[in-house]
């Protein structure tokens, strides 16, 4: 099986324009995904896919296999979509630019799991350890089977715990799972693209995985160690600044 990884790269994102380029620690955010990715084993190809001539010559500049893509794209797995008759592989890995710490453990497990599934994407999931991140609407929630495949995401807390009244003691009754935004697409799934119509879960919870749950298509997971942290605001280009420089420290001491 070949495994090609793409990075969708947007510029104009809404909240945070431009952050893909702007610096951590002495590197573009891009770059930093581009390097964590670049550097895992068994991975076949790995493409930069960007709306902007200055996102692709940052991109060309460190290295990167550069596609362009339209600036229209709605979302990563869309502008994947745009330029799949220039992507290579069987399984398809959508890592988006801005995810500088997402657990690079997930991709070696999501790859394994497609080989032995007849599941239709992967994703990773991670375990709540507190209510204050569960309830953040931010933070999107998945709900899963016996056989651990997804039953549906949204951003409200799920399973409702109803014979609890206290929220803060949910964690008590229940396990409560987290969805990181990182997805791997059997080729046959990004072909068929075009022909799924939007549903109505997907534009009131406003989450593209919806579309294929809608669409009868099967997700199933695989455990990610840690939330992952990606990049959204000044704010966290900040924190992920910090992070990186107290890693160092600690490498260091």
């Given at each position: 099986?070949?495994?090609t990884?793409c990075i969708?790269?947007r510029?104009?994102s809404?909240r945070f324009p431009?952050?893909?380029l702007?610096?951590l620690a002495?590197?573009?955010?891009?770059?930093?995904?581009?390097d964590?990715?670049?550097s895992?084993p068994?991975?076949g190809?790995?493409?930069?896919l960007c709306?902007?001539?200055?996102?692709?010559?940052?991109?060309?500049?460190?290295?990167?296999?550069?596609?362009?893509t339209a600036?229209a794209c709605?979302?990563?797995?869309?502008?994947?979509?745009?330029?799949?008759d220039?992507i290579?592989?069987d399984?398809?890995?959508n890592?988006?630019?801005d995810?500088v710490?997402?657990?690079a453990t997930?991709?070696?497990k999501?790859?394994?799991?497609?080989g032995?599934?007849d599941a239709?994407?992967?994703t990773?999931i991670?375990?709540f350890?507190s209510?204050?991140?569960a309830l953040?609407p931010?933070?999107?929630?998945?709900?899963?089977?016996h056989?651990?495949r997804?039953?549906?995401?949204s951003?409200?807390?799920i399973?409702?715990?109803r014979?609890e009244?206290n929220v803060?003691?949910?964690?008590?009754h229940?396990?409560?799972y987290?969805?990181v935004g990182?997805y791997?697409f059997?080729?046959t799934v990004?072909?068929?693209?075009?022909n799924?119509a939007p549903g109505?879960l997907?534009s009131v919870?406003?989450?593209e995985?919806?579309?294929?749950l809608?669409s009868?298509?099967?997700?199933?997971?695989v455990?990610?160690?840690q939330?992952?942290?990606?990049?959204?605001?000044p704010?966290?280009?900040?924190?992920?600044?910090t992070?990186?420089?107290?890693?160092l420290?600690?490498?260091n001491?």
């Open positions: 099986m070949e495994v990884i969708p790269a510029l104009k809404v431009g952050k893909v702007a610096n002495g590197k573009s955010v891009l770059q930093h995904v581009f964590r990715v670049a895992l068994n991975v190809d790995v493409v930069v709306d902007s001539k200055v996102v692709r010559v940052a991109a060309e500049n460190f290295g990167a296999r550069v596609i362009d600036e709605s979302s990563g797995t869309e502008r994947i979509v745009s330029a799949l220039r290579s592989g399984f398809i890995i890592v988006q630019g995810e710490f997402f657990d997930v991709i070696r999501m790859v394994a799991k497609c032995g599934s239709h994407i992967f990773p991670y375990k350890d209510m204050e991140d953040d931010s933070r999107v929630k998945v709900v899963l089977g056989d651990g997804a039953l549906y995401f951003r409200s807390v399973p409702f715990v014979d009244k803060d003691k949910w964690l008590q229940t396990d409560l987290g969805h990182i791997g059997r080729r990004l072909e068929n693209y075009h799924l109505k997907e919870e406003k989450l995985q919806l579309r294929f809608e009868g298509y099967a997700i199933d997971t455990r990610a160690s939330p992952s942290f990606g990049i959204d605001t704010a966290d280009l900040a924190k992920a600044n992070l990186i420089a107290n890693q420290h600690n490498f001491a």
